[in-house]
Nanobody, 123 residues
């Protein structure tokens, strides 16, 4: 089984940056693809990024490239999402989730989810 716990959210001013962390625990956590998702108030959950166990990363959508950076440290069982240039639309609950290693896409079946960490972008 796999457990995921996000941290690092909080209040940030527009234009600021945050580094979100996802701590994985359980067996063979580096086997899983890890996705980052966010759900803004009143909006549907959307995929932000995904990274395979071997570290191949994808940012969704393409226009978000450069604002998000996903990385992982398998030795520490940590997955990170760096968000730069936050704007008000970045206000959301951010989740990490794990899927079996197939397509590293938001449409994959993510079987394990963290509780989410809240990011609030405000002056």
């Amino acid at each position: 089984q796999l457990q995921l716990v996000e941290s690092g959210g909080g209040l940030v001013q527009p234009g600021g940056s945050l580094r979100l962390s996802c701590k994985a625990s359980g067996f063979s956590s580096d086997y899983y693809n890890i996705g980052w998702f966010r759900q803004a108030p009143g909006k549907e959950r959307e995929g932000v990024s995904c990274i395979t166990g071997s570290g191949v990363a994808t940012i969704y959508p393409d226009s978000a490239e450069g604002r998000f950076t996903i990385s992982r440290d398998n030795a520490k069982k940590m997955i990170y999402l760096e968000i730069h240039g936050l704007r008000s639309e970045g206000t959301a609950v951010y989740y990490c989730a794990a899927a079996l290693p197939r397509e590293c896409r938001p449409s994959a079946e993510f079987s394990y989810w963290g509780q989410g960490t809240r990011v609030t972008v405000a002056s």
